[in-house]
């Protein structure tokens, strides 16, 4: 198990003395390939501990030390657990985590295995693989919700897949969409999001990824094998989806009960 962070910080509230404690993420990623990246950069920056487990090589641990879930992407195919029998495991972890409330932010595989776990049908995307840096659109049942309310109408993101959720689970929230993904984001329950796209990569990942995948590059736009166009791409990225991630960690603190409350007024003594 990979830990980053600490337990707590003490400050100072008036003559009080508050515990913060630190919000706990678990992190799933089932493949080498898609690590946390630049999501787990602004998860700590937002003051998260993460606990990275591969459940392809690990135990997955059960979620009641855990104040968030992240599941990451990964090649695999999210039905097939037969050749992969430890998607079972994340599938129970996903299932658990929309039953409790707990905040969830599910990427790519990730996102298809939360579909799938809660009653949705992922399968192969009828136009082929999608790849490389591309807007989807904000849907306006996302203006009422606690994650995306905020979200610009058109951001931009980043798609590498070949499956795409074809059906979303009884009762979940679409959230985004874009032509050829009609379920780029989506909401089960009350706290567990899906994106079909990534937020998490680096132009080096990307750039990896093609490497490894001559159909997954040969479906990207030109500009997505441009080193300046990527970079760029990020750029934009990072400033749309860091606060977004922050957000997440806030609402994973307040749930949890660890944000600290401001002193009511200072009331003096009735005479």
């Known amino acids: 198990m990979e830990g980053v962070g600490g337990s707590g910080v003490l400050g100072a509230v008036g003559h009080s003395i508050v515990v913060v404690?630190?919000?706990?993420v678990l992190v799933l990623q089932p493949d080498p390939s898609d690590p946390p990246a630049r999501l787990g950069e602004w998860l700590r920056s937002a003051g998260a501990e993460l606990d990275i487990i591969h459940p392809d090589q690990q135990e997955v641990p059960e979620l009641g030390e855990y104040h968030a879930l992240v599941c990451l992407g990964g090649r695999v195919q999210a039905e097939d657990v037969i050749a992969h029998p430890w998607l079972l495991d994340v599938r129970a972890r996903?299932?658990?985590?929309?039953?409790?409330?707990?905040?969830?932010f599910a990427v790519c595989l990730g996102a298809q295995l939360l579909a799938a776990a809660a009653g949705g049908r992922v399968e192969a995307s009828p136009t082929g693989p999608a790849a490389g840096p591309t807007l989807v659109a904000k849907r306006d049942a996302a203006v009422e919700d606690e994650l995306f309310e905020d979200l610009v109408l058109m951001p931009l993101v980043v798609q590498a897949h070949r499956d795409i959720v074809t059906r979303l689970p009884p009762g979940a929230t679409l959230l985004a969409a874009s032509p050829n993904c009609p379920h780029q984001a989506f909401r089960v329950g009350t706290a567990?999001?899906?994106?079909?796209?990534?937020i998490e990569t680096t132009p080096e990942m990307i750039r990896d990824w093609f490497d490894a995948d001559p159909e997954l590059a040969a479906a990207a736009p030109a500009r997505a094998h441009s080193t300046a166009a990527l970079a760029e791409a990020h750029e934009e990225i990072e400033a749309t989806w860091k606060p977004i991630v922050t957000r997440f960690v806030r609402i994973a603190a307040r749930r949890a009960g660890l944000e600290p409350r401001e002193p009511g007024p200072r009331r003096l003594p009735l005479v």
């Open 21 to 24: 404690t630190s919000v706990r």
């Open 192 to 198: 567990a999001w899906g994106t079909q796209f990534h």
């Open 94 to 104: 996903l299932t658990t985590a929309v039953g409790k409330g707990l905040p969830t």
